[in-house]
């Protein structure tokens, strides 16, 4: 398969824990009943995206993108959350992974960590670098970040609803992921 081929939305990625399926416009009730507590979002740049109208956006370029996937719990199928990959850069080797949330009674690393390796072991079979942005005041993704073994490396300029706000930038590559 060549870079230009990639599918960055394959029909499922699972293990024990979890299980990822591509988003579909179909999924909007099941996931805002996820992302309406307000509590996700309390240290993300969009802070009100627990909002109907704000998580519409969020949701339909998630679905847009064709690289978004619905998080649902393994054992009881529950929807759980979401996450996606995006700004693939085959020049570079390098693919991010984000937008990802989860219900609060899942936190805590174990669903996080097991959607997050699915993510990795996947994109590693075609490039060779994984970043994460990630606000500086969303101290909760930082650290679930640095636990699955990526480094901050930079700080960036992202935009977020017609904003410019301020990334810390972490990096996993290829060669260092222990899987």
Do not use: C
Request: proline share 3%; charged share 20%.
């Amino acid at each position: 398969m060549t870079n230009e081929n990639i599918n960055w939305q394959p029909h499922s990625l699972e293990d024990d824990i979890v299980k990822l399926v591509p988003l579909t416009e179909s999924d909007f009730d099941n996931l805002f009943k996820v992302a309406a507590d307000p509590l996700i979002w309390e240290q993300h740049p969009t802070s009100d995206r627990y909002k109907r109208d704000v998580f519409q956006l969020f949701f339909d370029g998630a679905v847009s993108s064709k690289t978004a996937f619905l998080i649902a719990d393994k054992k009881s199928g529950q929807v759980i959350g979401s996450t996606r990959y995006y700004d693939y850069r085959p020049e570079n080797s390098s693919i991010a992974i984000g937008f990802t949330f989860l219900a609060k009674q899942y936190w805590g690393g174990l669903y996080n960590r097991s959607s997050k390796k699915l993510l990795l072991d996947y994109a590693f079979q075609f490039v060779d670098k994984v970043f994460f942005h990630i606000g500086p005041t969303n101290i909760r993704s930082q650290l679930a970040t640095l636990k699955i073994g990526a480094t901050k490396v930079n700080e960036v300029v992202l935009g977020h609803s017609g904003q410019s706000i301020l990334h810390y930038e972490y990096l996993i590559q290829k060669h260092e992921w222990i899987s």
